[in-house]
């Protein structure tokens, strides 16, 4: 039955757990004010939360245990569940990491001598469409929150059990129709108060969303910038990546000059190479054409085969024809070494589905 009184409400009967990731600094210190903790216990639950990635309460040990026990009345860790975990010849390991709401991603670790890169996700699916891409596929299921994007990064340096020295904006989703949450993860992930990684071995890979380019061209931070070109060529990029139709190539072209300008900082172009799509001879004249001149880094991939797509990759012999002639108007190409390629862990592989070992 209702209150008597129209102004009274019905008390609750359990107060929500909020997630010790989305509070504040400020929210968080006044939550332990509020339990009579000292100042200085702020600090060192942020550092179990981000630095040391605790999974739970009890792991907090230089805390008091009744103060344990009242944050997990009062809060929760978040945190991913790992639904399913593939591992590649090569060493990659890619991850199906389940989240609070039941919805999935993915995200893959790379190891390299003693170096460990991982590729994360900001979003669950991707709303952009192209062509010979798994993961837009399926369209979007929704944005991930800083911290869920901040996470991926944190299980896959507990599996290996090694420091992550370089993260990829590169997995499912386009970074920047997510980008106040992006950049979040970003910061959280270069703070020393977090993961601690070097603001230039943090990339994020774009689409090309014009408006936003300039936007993080006026970051204070050196996060590095990378933009999915695919053809410089406008009739074939439109085909190839419907998404960014509106952004015109000659507007690409403009901006990225001007993030140059902006930062100093050279951006690289990725091009996945797609046998008589965009790896014809004309095609390769646009891309020199659009390249020359200009401060980049092209980084060819030849395309990492799709379930179900009637597209091929290009051979190695014509990915070095590439090489040669963009060396020849003085722009640097290098052809990557698609990684985890045998467990559907490359570039425009992943995809949000139980994966099979």
Same mark, same amino acid.
């Given at each position: 039955?209702?209150?008597?009184?129209?102004?009274?409400?019905?008390?609750?009967?359990?107060?929500?757990?909020?997630?010790?990731?989305?509070?504040?600094? #400020?929210?968080?210190?006044?939550?332990?004010?509020?339990?009579?903790?000292?100042?200085?216990?702020?600090?060192?639950?942020?550092?179990?939360?981000?630095?040391?990635?605790?999974?739970?309460?009890?792991?907090?040990?230089?805390?008091?245990?009744?103060?344990?026990?009242?944050?997990?009345?009062?809060?929760?860790?978040? #945190?991913?569940?790992?639904?399913?975990?593939?591992?590649?010849?090569?060493?990659?390991?890619?991850?199906?990491?389940?989240?609070?709401?039941?919805?999935?991603?993915?995200?893959?670790?790379?190891?390299?001598?003693?170096?460990?890169?991982?590729?994360?996700?900001?979003?669950?699916?991707?709303?952009?469409?192209?062509?010979?891409?798994?993961? #837009?596929?399926?369209?979007?299921?929704?944005?991930?929150?800083?911290?869920?994007?901040?996470?991926?990064?944190?299980?896959?340096?507990?599996?290996?059990?090694?420091?992550?020295?370089?993260?990829?904006?590169?997995?499912? #989703?386009?970074? &920047?129709?997510?980008?106040?949450?992006?950049?979040?993860?970003?910061?959280?992930?270069?703070?020393?108060?977090?993961?601690?990684?070097?603001?230039?071995?943090?990339?994020?890979?774009?689409?090309?969303?014009?408006?936003?380019?300039?936007?993080?061209?006026?970051?204070?931070?050196?996060?590095?910038?990378?933009?999915?070109?695919?053809?410089?060529?406008?009739?074939?990029?439109?085909?190839?990546?419907?998404?960014?139709?509106?952004?015109?190539?000659?507007?690409?072209?403009?901006?990225?000059?001007?993030?140059?300008?902006?930062?100093?900082?050279?951006?690289?172009?990725?091009?996945?190479?797609?046998?008589?799509?965009?790896?014809?001879?004309?095609?390769?004249?646009?891309?020199?054409?659009?390249?020359?001149?200009?401060?980049?880094?092209?980084?060819?991939?030849?395309?990492?085969?799709?379930?179900?797509?009637? &597209?091929?990759?290009?051979?190695?012999?014509?990915?070095?024809? &590439?090489?040669?002639?963009?060396?020849?108007?003085?722009?640097?190409?290098?052809?990557?070494?698609?990684?985890?390629?045998?467990?559907?862990?490359?570039?425009?592989?992943?995809?949000?589905?139980?994966?099979?070992?």
């Amino acid at each position: 039955m209702p209150p008597d009184d129209p102004g009274e409400t019905m008390p609750a009967d359990k107060t929500e757990r909020r997630d010790l990731h989305t509070l504040t600094r #400020g929210e968080l210190q006044e939550l332990l004010s509020g339990l009579g903790q000292p100042a200085f216990r702020a600090k060192q639950v942020e550092e179990w939360v981000w630095v040391r990635n605790a999974r739970s309460f009890d792991e907090m040990t230089n805390l008091p245990k009744s103060l344990r026990e009242e944050l997990a009345r009062r809060c929760t860790l978040g #945190g991913v569940e790992e639904a399913a975990r593939q591992v590649s010849s090569d060493g990659s390991r890619k991850y199906l990491l389940r989240l609070s709401d039941g919805v999935s991603v993915e995200c893959v670790g790379m190891p390299s001598r003693n170096r460990l890169a991982v590729c994360a996700s900001t979003q669950a699916g991707c709303p952009m469409g192209c062509a010979f891409c798994a993961t #837009g596929a399926a369209g979007l299921t929704r944005s991930l929150t800083a911290a869920e994007i901040y996470e991926q990064v944190m299980h896959v340096r507990d599996d290996f059990n090694a420091r992550v020295t370089s993260v990829v904006l590169m997995g499912q #989703g386009e970074p &920047f129709l997510n980008y106040d949450e992006t950049l979040a993860a970003l910061r959280r992930l270069n703070s020393p108060e977090g993961a601690g990684i070097g603001a230039r071995h943090l990339t994020v890979s774009t689409c090309g969303v014009i408006p936003q380019i300039m936007r993080f061209a006026n970051e204070p931070e050196q996060f590095t910038l990378a933009v999915s070109l695919h053809s410089a060529v406008q009739r074939t990029r439109n085909a190839l990546m419907p998404g960014v139709r509106k952004y015109s190539l000659v507007n690409l072209y403009n901006v990225m000059g001007e993030y140059v300008s902006k930062t100093g900082r050279r951006p690289t172009y990725e091009y996945a190479l797609i046998g008589g799509v965009n790896d014809t001879d004309a095609e390769l004249q646009a891309l020199c054409d659009f390249c020359e001149g200009t401060l980049a880094h092209v980084n060819l991939i030849q395309l990492n085969e799709v379930e179900g797509s009637k &597209f091929r990759p290009s051979t190695e012999l014509r990915a070095q024809d &590439f090489v040669r002639r963009l060396a020849n108007v003085g722009v640097e190409a290098t052809v990557r070494n698609s990684r985890g390629a045998d467990i559907d862990a490359a570039c425009g592989q992943l995809k949000q589905r139980i994966l099979r070992s």
